[in-house]
């Protein structure tokens, strides 16, 4: 059953800074090439860092100077808030994060999965487990945590997966249905696509937050295909300015109320293959 198409594509270089919109990518088993190829390690925390924890990454964007491929990560050019330019492949690239951040920082390209050290937790900012996950996922203390129940046991001891920086799987689905529902529910808040930072977005003539209803099923999105897993439990990044886009704490809100806590959905690949905009996307 064809459920809508592919109106747009997404890759993010540098794991929390704003991404690049594709026409077309091919999509393997570790996701689109490239995505999330490079992160922020924080030297004083002793871990790998996005913007849940250092919010300015999202004032940063970052595009690639050349294709990744055959699971080569080349350099990422990164624009600062400034409008000044490094690639991450340069020295002085950790010390102007770092002077951003406020924090010592070094930036690294994704490590293979037996470096096990370089993808384990420091120390949490709250020795309270409830009152870090609160402040990870922006919760107030009369609304509820999200599900953490099917979330992959290694991410309670390793930032991600090792051998990836995606925070949960490498694929990240949400409707432009979804969308249109968040909207009605607050029309004074903007929930533009760049807020959720999804891989695919589907056009989709659904009605309501219509991708929730494809867990544990089979999609395919043009050439390839994915196994929907489970619901993106949406954070306090939500929330935060980047772009035009401005500090709002009401989207979150509204999340929780109205969206059972989630936008979009996590999936892995089930089938390698090229994906453009404009692809029809089937659910089986």
Request: hydrophobic share 40%; charged share 30%.
């Amino acid at each position: 059953m064809i459920v809508g198409r592919v109106k747009e594509i997404w890759r993010y270089p540098v794991k929390s800074m704003a991404g690049e919109r594709l026409a077309s990518c091919t999509l393997d088993t570790e996701g689109i090439p490239g995505d999330r190829g490079w992160a922020i390690r924080d030297e004083s925390a002793g871990e790998i860092r996005g913007a849940k924890k250092l919010p300015q990454l999202l004032l940063c964007a970052a595009r690639y100077v050349e294709e990744p491929s055959g699971g080569r990560i080349p350099a990422a050019e990164i624009t600062l808030p400034d409008g000044r330019r490094v690639r991450s492949d340069r020295d002085e690239a950790a010390d102007r994060l770092g002077a951003l951040l406020g924090r010592r920082v070094t930036l690294w390209p994704r490590r293979p999965p037996d470096d096990v050290a370089h993808y384990l937790r420091g120390l949490p900012d709250k020795p309270d487990l409830e009152a870090e996950l609160r402040d990870v996922f922006g919760r107030l203390p009369d609304e509820p945590l999200p599900d953490l129940s099917t979330i992959p046991q290694e991410l309670f001891r390793y930032t991600s997966i090792p051998g990836t920086y995606f925070d949960v799987l490498p694929v990240h689905v949400l409707t432009t249905a979804t969308l249109a529902a968040l909207a009605r529910a607050n029309d004074a808040s903007c929930f533009d696509v760049r807020r959720f930072r999804p891989n695919f977005v589907v056009e989709t003539d659904g009605d309501g937050f219509v991708e929730t209803g494809w867990s544990g099923r089979r999609l395919r999105i043009g050439g390839a295909a994915v196994s929907v897993e489970m619901p993106t439990a949406r954070c306090v990044m939500t929330t935060l300015p980047q772009g035009d886009l401005p500090k709002d704490p009401a989207v979150l809100r509204t999340i929780v109320r109205d969206a059972e806590q989630n936008v979009g959905m996590y999936a892995n690949v089930a089938d390698a293959g090229a994906i453009a905009v404009g692809d029809p996307v089937e659910l089986s």
